[in-house]
């Protein structure tokens, strides 16, 4: 990562409140905006959903600049991009990128209490998602007796 955005990041992390406000909640609504709004729709206009997502996950891993966030960002993408392509929410996936940075924000911090906060995030925010999906399942099948029966 090039010295200036190391400085950058040092400075965001020695204030709290800049800290939430940029990583937390500014960048994962310009990052899902860009990548899963614009850069993968526009894939999967073009391409097979498995080509534009992977195609989405590598260019938003190339966005974060070193190896090792690279990696754990494309692995993140390709989650969200899925995501996406299932519920076509970009909202969902927002609130999504906004948990999985709190919970790595707070993982910087290295204390116990933190990764028991972070932890219970995780939990909490997952049986929320579960419970998201579930719905999204049950209003497809409501949809499709509605229009079974309207045919008929």
Do not use: W
Not at 18 to 29: G, K, Q, T, W
Not at 60 to 86: D, R
Not at 111 to 140: M, P
């Amino acid at each position: 990562m090039p010295e200036s955005f190391e400085k950058i990041f040092e400075e965001i992390s020695e204030n709290p409140y800049v800290m939430v406000i940029s990583l937390i909640i500014i960048a994962p609504i310009f990052e899902e905006i860009l990548m899963r709004g614009i850069i993968l729709e526009g894939f999967l206009n073009k391409y097979k959903p498995v080509t534009a997502i992977i195609a989405s996950s590598i260019i938003f891993g190339a966005m974060h600049l070193n190896i090792p966030q690279f990696i754990n960002a494309t692995v993140i993408g390709m989650f969200l991009g899925m995501l996406y392509y299932k519920t076509r929410s970009l909202a969902l996936c927002i609130v999504v990128h906004m948990l999985n940075n709190a919970i790595a924000s707070l993982g910087i911090q290295l204390n116990a209490i933190s990764f028991f906060i972070g932890a219970i995030i995780f939990i909490i925010s997952g049986i929320f998602f579960q419970r998201y999906i579930r719905e999204l399942k049950c209003v497809d099948i409501n949809f499709e007796e509605k229009s079974i029966s309207s045919k008929g």
